[in-house]
């Protein structure tokens, strides 16, 4: 897990053309942390992990990824309430090993419609 981080770390790094010092500067951390974190040598709080996300300006499904392979939940999954009906019936969609995956995705994507639908904040 730590490897699989520190190789998205180090991808995403370097796609933004950043320098490891740049990122240090940026984070208000030393150099040799950025270096130790992408030697698999350390694995940063998810607040820091957050903080890179946004610097290197990630896209929200690349910021998820980045915490899932440091060992923390997703952003998504902090303002999900998992005790939900519609959550708990997707899940049960998802999780039906006999199911279609087409018709999984299409029967969850239809709840989320219905929901926001609900809320006035998703045009028909």
Do not use: C
Request: glycine share 4%; aromatic share 4%; proline share 4%.
């Amino acid at each position: 897990m730590q490897d699989e981080f520190s190789a998205k770390l180090r991808e995403f790094r370097s796609r933004s053309g950043m320098s490891q010092n740049a990122l240090a500067q940026r984070v208000n951390v030393d150099a040799s942390y950025i270096n130790r974190i992408e030697k698999s040598e350390r694995i940063p709080t998810r607040n820091i992990i957050l903080e890179i996300a946004e610097i290197l300006l990630l896209q929200d499904h690349e910021r998820d990824d980045l915490l899932l392979s440091a060992g923390y939940a997703p952003e998504l999954a902090e303002k999900v309430d998992l005790t939900s009906p519609a959550f708990r019936l997707m899940a049960e969609i998802w999780t039906d090993e006999e199911a279609d995956p087409e018709d999984q995705e299409t029967r969850i994507i239809e709840i989320l419609r219905r929901r926001r639908g609900s809320k006035g904040d998703m045009p028909s």
